[in-house]
């Protein structure tokens, strides 16, 4: 059976134990059709039968479950969604765990192992954004994609299906999709409960937000040498979206360590990884101020690591910012080459199509995401504040004027 296409699945949760008391609170559905374009979306508030866990963060409060249904309400009308699709989550591990979990809970699974494969799309990253962090925002800026109602789980469901939609346009990997498209969530791998609640969307996203801590984690390069390493990882991120670590969430990240097969001295080593990556961030503007050195301190304590570690983060690093030449005129010390990689950004005054046949006749390649691997950024707006534009400082990549590239797409081709 070849899919439909791809369910693109987002769960808001109560916490990160899908077995223990942790519930799912929110589900973000969107239909994408194989090639990257949105059909559907739905998303419903699913009450929990307990508190709502971390609302600071997914800004969900008890009067927006009021006439919520339960999630043995939607169960039949979720593998309905899922049928036929290929099912895509950022984090997919986690989010494919409380699924599972959830419809065990509810009779619908005689054990709470997820009933088919699924796609990863922060995984995927190592493959299409090398050099990326793990973050959805992170992913989603190598495509200028802009996440709107970040934290609620529609908004972050469309943001991940526009992030496949750009690693769908980029791939020459059609072997990938092909594999993929062969194994499709069914809805007969689910037991039917015959009951269909009423989907109820929240009211509203106040007090959504990440504070400073969640905004470095975002800019963390991804760490960990293998899909469960990253999958852990990104355990650890949610764990600390809050700035803290509670007794719970401790236990599920040692029981995730077990399942993945990371050794006690691996898990180690990840910690003590993590901790220098977010120094190195921490000190990125070449000043430590003293929150950010309060949040190291507490961050170390939390991830067990030892005092002269933790006392080393007060010890300056060098500014990870590179510095990047960008200029509007036509004297530059850039050539561009054929075989280059490029991308654009912004409105510029021809059509991109334009840009983008010229270029690939001069024997460029253009590419839609933006990676440490791109040549040149092509941007409208050369002091452009644009994800792409903010990745491309990141990473050290040169930034140029449209005037650059029409110039260098008048001379004669290089030899």
């Not at 699924?118 to 954004?129: D, E, G, H, I």
């Not at 700035?243 to 969430?249: G, Q």
Request: glycine content about 8%; proline content about 4%; some cysteine.
């Amino acid at each position: 059976m070849n899919a439909q296409g791809f369910a693109v699945v987002d769960l808001e949760t109560t916490g990160i134990n899908p077995n223990g008391h942790d519930r799912i609170v929110e589900v973000g559905i969107v239909h994408v059709d194989p090639d990257g374009s949105v059909t559907r979306k739905w998303q419903s508030l699913v009450h929990p039968d307990r508190d709502l866990g971390p609302t600071h963060i997914h800004g969900i409060t008890g009067s927006d479950m009021r006439g919520a249904p339960r999630f043995h309400e939607v169960a039949d009308e979720l593998s309905d969604l899922l049928d036929g699709r290929v099912v895509v989550a950022h984090n997919a591990s986690f989010d494919t765990r409380f699924l599972g979990a959830e419809w065990n809970r509810a009779g619908c699974l005689p054990d709470r192992v997820f009933p088919s494969s699924y796609l990863c799309t922060m995984q995927l990253a190592s493959t299409f954004l090398p050099g990326s962090g793990r973050k959805l925002a992170d992913c989603c800026a190598a495509f200028d994609i802009e996440i709107e109602d970040a934290h609620s789980a529609l908004g972050d469901a469309e943001a991940t299906a526009k992030l496949l939609g750009g690693y769908l346009q980029m791939s020459s990997n059609q072997h990938l999709w092909r594999q993929a498209m062969g194994s499709p969530f069914t809805r007969s791998s689910v037991s039917r409960l015959g009951r269909r609640g009423m989907p109820v969307a929240r009211t509203s996203l106040t007090g959504v937000g990440e504070d400073n801590l969640a905004t470095a984690l975002a800019a963390m390069p991804s760490a960990g040498g293998s899909d469960a390493e990253r999958d852990y990882l990104a355990l650890v991120d949610r764990c600390l979206e809050d700035s803290l670590l509670t007794v719970a969430e401790a236990d599920e990240l040692e029981l995730l360590a077990t399942l993945l097969a990371i050794d006690t001295d691996r898990r180690r080593a990840l910690h003590s990884e993590y901790f220098e990556q977010l120094v190195d961030v921490a000190w990125a503007d070449g000043v430590l101020t003293e929150d950010e050195l309060s949040r190291l301190i507490a961050l170390g304590t939390i991830l067990s690591l030892n005092s002269s570690q933790v006392d080393s983060a007060r010890i300056p690093r060098n500014s990870l910012a590179p510095t990047v030449s960008i200029s509007d005129g036509f004297a530059q010390e850039m050539t561009l080459q054929p075989g280059d990689r490029v991308v654009l950004t912004g409105e510029m005054t021809r059509p991109r199509s334009e840009f983008e046949t010229m270029l690939a006749a001069f024997g460029c390649e253009v590419l839609a995401g933006l990676t440490k691997k791109t040549s040149v950024l092509v941007a409208a707006d050369p002091d452009s504040l644009s994800g792409k534009a903010k990745k491309a400082r990141q990473y050290g990549t040169p930034i140029r004027s449209e005037a650059w590239l029409t110039s260098q797409l008048a001379t004669e081709r290089p030899s």
